[in-house]
């Protein structure tokens, strides 16, 4: 395992781990701790004094938790999704692929248009035609364990198709959206992906 900081465009400080090997041994820590002390505790992070951390396994896949901490979208308050962060590093490590995750509150919401710091660190980190699995919450009330937004389509069908599958078989019930609430409309980061080439699906949990 190789850590050091990688200096991203747009003046963007961001701590890398790079993995040279695909089997992990791992544990999810107590959902209460807060993101900084679980990756830390979890030898994922170096240092708490970054704005964003990007776990390179060198892959065309990466997972996000852009609400990983709290934002303001289109100048309102937007709360962080429990446990999101935690979510989307611990199945990089299972899938042996990328992460990127917020560690601090952000001034723009990293899912919504094209000004976000977290969005302009993305691009300058994937891949081109990367995959990106994009992780969200979402509360009891709407029904499904998890749902996949698929961007009115945008997002291929064999991902989609790849990922219903493997999380049905994992015993979530889980609702495929294409249109509607939780679907990755537009103005998102899915749909923004997808527009520039890349393979992308919203995960909602």
């Not at 090997?21 to 209460?32: G, K, R």
């Not at 990367?130 to 499904?144: A, K, N, Q, R, W």
């Not at 291929?156 to 249109?179: I, N, Y």
């Amino acid at each position: 395992m190789a850590r050091g900081r990688y200096a991203g465009r747009h003046g963007l400080t961001i701590v890398t781990t790079t993995l040279h090997c695909c089997t992990f041994s791992w544990t999810v820590q107590s959902m209460s701790n807060p993101l900084v002390e679980y990756l830390k505790a979890t030898k994922s992070l170096d240092t708490a004094a970054t704005e964003f951390m990007w776990r390179d396994a060198d892959s065309h896949l990466t997972f996000t938790g852009p609400h990983a901490k709290a934002s303001f979208r289109d100048g309102d308050y937007k709360r962080r999704d429990n446990n999101v962060g935690v979510i989307a590093v611990e199945a990089s490590k299972l899938a042996c692929a990328n992460a990127l995750i917020p560690l601090t509150p952000g001034d723009a919401d990293g899912n919504w248009g094209t000004g976000s710091r977290f969005r302009r660190a993305l691009l300058s980190l994937i891949q081109p035609s990367s995959m990106v699995l994009d992780i969200h919450g979402m509360t009891d009330e709407h029904g499904p364990d998890v749902v996949i937004g698929t961007a009115s389509g945008r997002a291929p069908q064999w991902l989609t198709d790849c990922t219903e599958t493997a999380l049905t078989k994992a015993g979530f019930v889980v609702e495929v959206r294409h249109t509607g609430p939780l679907s990755a409309g537009e103005k998102t980061l899915t749909w923004s992906l997808a527009e520039l080439g890349h393979h992308t699906l919203s995960g909602v949990r």
